[in-house]
């Protein structure tokens, strides 16, 4: 299994510019997250979603926008990059909406980069 | 609000040493998880050990040990015989509905040759 799988690894945009952020995962979760982690910092939640059609937000969603289409994908939609969005984005699946001591997966992140 | 906080922003052990990491957290939950993960140069998270809350005992897997304190919130990461390979940044993160995770600011963990 491939796992957590996000796209583009490095990616560089200017102010003003829009992008998304794709986040596939294999194993059938039903529960998916996006992460930010800010030099130095811990990560933040800035979306998160239980199921397909259902989204909702974390701690710091202003300026980007989520959909969940399928029950592999959840991409992040970044509108109007700001230098304040300079950051480390990770996706993150859970398996199940019940125990809430199971592992969450990973992907390897996404650094992005607004000048 | 729930709150991570890890007071400890670098540490520096030698190989084989043992070393504590702290970890601090408020939650208004009565049962609750919380996890150690682990960060290496490639920026992989990786999940080092978990804690239930209603559970007495202190969690352990292989080298790496927690001492839960619940009274006083408190959630420490021992790790034994320290190698090089440990190092990394470490997070401590508390689980809350829907499995969203509260992370501390980490810890930056050397372990010295």
């Known amino acids: 299994n491939a796992g957590v799988t996000q796209t583009p690894k490095f990616r560089i945009l200017k102010i003003g510019q829009s992008m998304t952020l794709q986040c596939t995962q294999d194993?059938?979760?039903?529960?998916m997250y996006w992460y930010r982690q800010d030099p130095g910092m811990g990560l933040k939640l800035i979306y998160y979603?239980?199921?397909?059609?259902?989204?909702d937000k974390g701690e710091v969603p202003n300026g980007y926008n989520v959909s969940r289409s399928t029950t592999e994908d959840f991409p992040l939609r970044l509108e109007l990059a700001a230098p304040s969005q300079t950051s480390v984005y990770f996706c993150?699946?859970?398996?199940?909406?019940?125990?809430?001591?199971?592992?969450?997966?990973f992907g390897q992140g996404t650094r992005l980069t607004v000048v | 609000a729930q709150t991570v906080t890890q007071s400890q922003p670098e540490m520096s052990v030698q190989e084989a040493e043992t070393v504590t990491l702290s970890c601090t957290y408020d939650?208004?939950?009565?049962?609750?998880?919380l996890f150690w993960y682990k960060q290496p140069p490639s920026r992989q998270m990786i999940l080092v050990i978990r804690?239930?809350?209603?559970?007495?005992q202190n969690a352990t897997e292989n080298r790496f040990s927690v001492n839960f304190q619940k009274a006083a919130k408190s959630f420490s990461l021992k790790i034994s015989d320290s190698q090089l390979g440990d190092t990394a940044m470490y997070f401590c993160?508390?689980?809350?509905?829907?499995?969203?995770?509260?992370f501390g600011q980490g810890t930056r963990l050397t372990i010295n040759p």
């Open positions: 194993m059938n979760h039903n529960y």
């Open positions: 979603s239980v199921g397909a059609g259902i989204t």
């Open positions: 804690q239930e809350a209603y559970k007495q």
């Open positions: 993160a508390l689980s809350q509905g829907a499995q969203k995770l509260v």
């Open positions: 993150a699946s859970n398996p199940t909406g019940g125990k809430r001591d199971t592992e969450a997966f």
């Open positions: 939650t208004s939950e009565s049962n609750y998880y």
